[in-house]
């Protein structure tokens, strides 16, 4: 059985930091590209950053490049996005998402097929 298990979501003030957290299993996690996406109510699921199966390669949208970093630890099959220097319009559901290839560049929800349950994350003063 498949399973993204988000953590690390939370209330934060602006400026401050999170490290968001995915347990993967039941499937090859080394073999896949991993990435996060993000969502806001009324809005369509977005893009945040993607990881290559290896971790050697990643990538990132613009309103979060310099400020988030994705990275995983394969021995563990975990993905982590550390983000720092939030923003209030960082406030969102974070989702967690295996890719369907080794590939993590791919910024579009089609291209990823296991979703985790997503985990709440508010930027506020």
């Known amino acids: 059985q498949v399973q993204l298990v988000e953590s690390g979501g939370g209330l934060v003030q602006p400026g401050g930091s999170l490290r968001l957290s995915c347990a993967a299993s039941g499937f090859t996690f080394s073999a896949r590209g991993m990435g996060w996406f993000r969502q806001v109510p009324g809005k369509e699921r977005e893009f945040v950053a993607g990881i290559n199966w290896s971790g050697a390669g990643t990538y990132s949208s613009e309103p979060v490049k310099g400020r988030f970093v994705i990275s995983r630890d394969n021995a563990k099959n975990m993905v982590y996005l550390q983000m720092n220097n939030l923003k209030l319009e960082d406030t969102a559901v974070y989702y967690c998402?295996?890719?369907?290839?080794?590939?993590?560049?791919?910024?579009?929800?089609?291209?990823?097929?296991?979703w985790g349950q997503g985990t709440q994350v508010t930027v506020s003063s």
């Open positions: 998402a295996a890719a369907r290839t080794q590939w993590g560049y791919f910024r579009t929800t089609d291209r990823y097929d296991y």
